[in-house]
């Protein structure tokens, strides 16, 4: 029986949840590497929506944090960045449609699962605090805790610790209440804020009208820029989607939804982040995926079916439609400190996914891939706790 998409107060407070994770990196990449803000947000909208009906349960939309933080470091041009989604498009079609991800996902036990959970949840938790005290790279580049807000104190403390310490207060006190839905209070809160204090809010740079993505707006990337893209970005994210996007996520949702997550498969979730690639390869989009972190952080805030979805795809969609290249001049109210306060959460919230692991052999599995993560990256992380899980499957070694 499918999952009925429903539409309330703790949908819509739930459809919030992938807001900080989406926000900085989609700022940083117009700002930065000069992509096309109309193009980012139709093709995010566009995805939300089709998950909305793909999957029924709510399902998260998440920039590839391996391209996007690359990208962002190093300001390489848009044309790599295009690039990049095509190859991504081409290794998820490959891995789900032939079944290889099933084959992948066969000896790829929980302790491995749970290690990349409880990664994902202190990185998303690091990020969220990075925003709130102003140490975040769009902050640093910017040289601003709040670089959009008239202010960068209050009362002598920086403006995030103080804006992301009241209304993480107040997210706290009501996390579970469904009349005053937490994520909305935050976010209104945080909107509020920067309708009032906004530094310079250029109101004519939003072209109000009917805005469309062009067709492959930076041209048909070269021979280079695939090849960069290939070796740079898309093979260096492909563990870590496959770890935190597929296993982790379906994984997750499992947790979450028992029957009604059965259309989350780790097939049907390449699949759907190939389409949503080939798509941002063609509309000047992003490299975009699932993600264990953004589920999380839906569910926590009281998402629960693709009506969440929906709501946010819209959104995304109409104020890329309606505001055109000023959609960026239309995110820019949020402060920075406010999605951190979400990320916080939503780092909470998917680490405590590993209280089911209880023996001492997976928490060694779980601390070292958390350990290596946090000194290289996830995709190591991912990879060396394969390898460390199937060594200590041999009786002559013990922890």
């Known amino acids: 029986m499918a999952v009925t998409l429903q539409f309330n107060r703790t949908e819509f407070a739930g459809s919030l949840g992938d807001l900080g994770t989406i926000l900085p990196l989609a700022v940083g990449l117009v700002v930065i590497n000069q992509l096309d803000a109309t193009g980012i947000f139709f093709t995010i909208g566009l995805f939300y929506i089709f998950t909305a009906f793909y999957f029924r349960v709510t399902s998260p939309v998440e920039p590839m944090k391996v391209i996007s933080g690359y990208a962002i470091a190093t300001a390489i041009p848009a044309a790599q960045v295009q690039a990049s989604c095509f190859w991504v498009f081409l290794l998820l079609l490959l891995l789900g449609a032939t079944g290889l991800i099933d084959l992948i996902t066969r000896y790829i036990t929980k ?61 706290l006190f009501l996390l579970d209440n469904k009349r005053l839905p937490a994520a909305v209070v935050v976010v209104g809160g945080g909107l509020l804020v920067g309708l009032l204090f906004g530094r310079n809010i250029d109101w004519e740079l939003v072209d109000f009208g009917i805005n469309v993505p062009q067709l492959l707006p930076y041209g048909v990337p070269s021979a280079a820029d695939f090849s960069f893209a290939l070796l740079i970005l898309a093979l260096p994210q492909i563990p870590m989607t496959v770890g935190n996007a597929v296993m982790a996520n379906a994984d997750l949702t499992r947790q979450y939804f028992h ?13 759907s982040m190939a389409l949503a690639n080939i798509v941002s390869f063609f509309l000047a989009g992003i490299p975009l995926c699932h993600g264990a972190g953004g ?14 979805n929906l709501i946010v795809g819209a959104g995304f969609l109409l104020t890329a439609i309606l505001c055109g290249a000023g959609t960026l001049a239309i995110v820019q109210l949020l402060p920075l400190s406010v999605l951190g306060v979400l990320l916080v959460f939503a780092g ?9 692991i209880m023996n001492r052999r997976a928490v060694f599995v ?5 350990g290596i993560t946090l000194a290289s990256n996830l995709a190591a992380g991912f990879m060396v706790g394969i ?6 499957q041999w009786d002559k070694l013990s922890i």
């Open 348 to 356: 909470a919230q998917l680490g405590l996914a590993i209280v089911d």
């Open 366 to 370: 779980i601390l070292m891939v958390v």
């Open 387 to 392: 390898v460390i899980e199937r060594l200590l």
């Open 295 to 308: 589920l999380a952080s839906r569910y926590r805030f009281g998402a629960r079916t693709g009506g969440s």
């Open 111 to 171: 302790p491995v699962i749970r290690g990349v959970q409880l990664s994902t949840g202190l990185l998303l938790l690091s990020q969220g605090i990075h925003l709130m005290t102003g140490t975040s790279n769009v902050q640093l580049i910017h040289g601003s805790g709040e670089p959009f807000l008239l202010f960068d104190t209050i009362l002598g403390m920086p403006a995030g610790i103080v804006l992301g310490g009241v209304l993480g207060l107040i997210c």
């Open 259 to 271: 029957e009604d997550g059965a259309r989350v498969t780790h097939k049907r979730l390449c699949l």
